[in-house]
């Protein structure tokens, strides 16, 4: 395993493997961020930790075995705060991962996540985005639709500057122009 800031794909599928190694029973654990994009969508991308938004008690225990076996190698942690369309939990994708038997891997649908990376606003989130977009689009009405129902903590203004700013490096500055509309006609209602 690399060191921490280093796991690619093929990194997370192992440090899930060893986490299903120490269960007795079925658990489940949510990931969100960097770890779903390298997963999911861009093998080749490597995130600097394995964040969660939830785990079953047996599995975050695994989790603490693990860390505590190799601290510098395992970077993971239960994320307290992040920003979710609303209802994205009915959207959860479970992973079918080779080698599993009790661990069953939540990711976040494709347009909840690029909602919860754009949230941070981060330019390498924002790439990650671009490069998934790439290879299958995002839907401008469903990421409008979903930015929409996201419940902000901070200023509007700067969470919608991020969104606009993800919508404009996949869609180009006319698309960002449309989801501004869009967005308008939705907080009309």
Do not use: N
């Not at 990194?11 to 658990?27: H, K, S």
């Not at 902000?152 to 996949?170: C, Y």
Request: with cysteine.
């Amino acid at each position: 395993m690399p060191g921490p800031g280093k796991f690619d794909r093929a990194d997370l599928i192992a440090f899930l493997r060893r986490i299903d190694a120490r269960l007795t029973r079925p658990g489940t654990i949510r990931l969100i961020g960097g770890a779903v994009v390298g997963l999911c969508y861009l093998p080749a991308y490597r995130t600097r930790d394995i964040d969660y938004a939830w785990a079953d008690r047996e599995v975050r225990e695994a989790i603490l075995e693990v860390r505590a076996e190799q601290p510098d190698l395992v970077v993971s942690a239960q994320t307290g705060v992040y920003f979710a369309p609303y209802a994205h939990e009915t959207r959860l994708q479970t992973l079918d991962i080779p080698g599993l038997r009790f661990l069953a891997v939540q990711v976040p649908e494709r347009h909840d996540l690029a909602i919860m990376k754009a949230a941070r606003g981060f330019d390498r989130d924002i790439e990650a985005m671009a490069q998934m977009h790439a290879l299958v689009p995002f839907e401008l009405p469903t990421l409008v639709e979903r930015f929409h129902e996201t419940w902000i903590t901070g200023p509007q203004r700067l969470a919608d500057l991020g969104f606009l700013s993800l919508v404009e490096a996949l869609f180009g500055e006319q698309g960002a122009d449309d989801a501004e509309r869009m967005l308008g006609e939705l907080r009309a209602r």
